[in-house]
């Protein structure tokens, strides 16, 4: 049996300000897993994000990768099976990415991919958030651009963007965006077990 590729939950690390990203339990092999397939996860969710916020413009992700081949292989490949429509969400390209590395690195995500898919997507919350905070935008008028742009709340929930809105406005300077997004992703994909039971009921 793989090992189990976990992270921590979403109510913890942002009640920190998200001020680490998700860290996951177990052994050192365990660890280095969870990083490089984290790692990833993200590289495609970013490349997927960019890719289809630009009208599917390549010269507005492939300058960002900073020469690196494997990544730039990495995004043509990812940005051909878009335009295959084999990907339609960058989240969904995260979790492809992601099911892939734990398979090669013989762990187990500990979710079903269409939760991961989903969970990925959420991270719209924090990068529009982040976006906003960063072109100086308060906060409640942050919110409800973001709640007016991300429309369905069974896909991104009032109390989710409120959530993160605390975690992004908060702090005196603007919070790492990566460290966010790490946070939502994680913290949805293995909620910590008082989020489950609340759920469930």
């Not at 092999?29 to 990833?40: G, H, M, P, T, V």
């Not at 495609?44 to 730039?72: F, K």
């Amino acid at each position: 049996m793989g090992r189990a590729m976990r992270g921590a939950g979403l109510a913890a690390a942002l009640a920190l300000g998200a001020a680490a990203h998700a860290q996951p339990a177990g052994d050192s092999a365990s660890r280095e897993a969870f990083r490089i397939c984290d790692a990833r996860a993200f590289l495609a969710l970013n490349i997927a994000r960019n890719y289809l916020m630009t009208d599917r413009n390549r010269q507005a992700v492939i300058p960002h990768l900073g020469g690196d081949a494997a990544a730039e292989a990495q995004a043509e490949a990812l940005m051909q099976r878009i335009d295959d429509g084999a990907i339609r969400t960058p989240g969904d390209a995260a979790a492809d990415a992601l099911f892939q590395c734990a398979a090669e690195q013989k762990v187990t995500v500990g979710a079903p991919r269409q939760r991961v898919s989903l969970c990925f997507t959420r991270t719209d919350v924090p990068f529009f958030l982040h976006l906003e905070r960063s072109n100086k935008v308060v906060r409640q008028q942050a919110v409800s651009r973001v709640q007016a742009r991300l429309k369905s709340r069974e896909l991104y929930p009032t109390a989710l963007i409120n959530q993160v809105a605390e975690a992004v406005y908060a702090p005196p300077q603007l919070p790492d965006v990566q460290r966010l997004m790490g946070a939502v992703a994680w913290g949805c994909i293995h909620p910590p077990p008082s989020a489950s039971s609340a759920a469930s009921r």
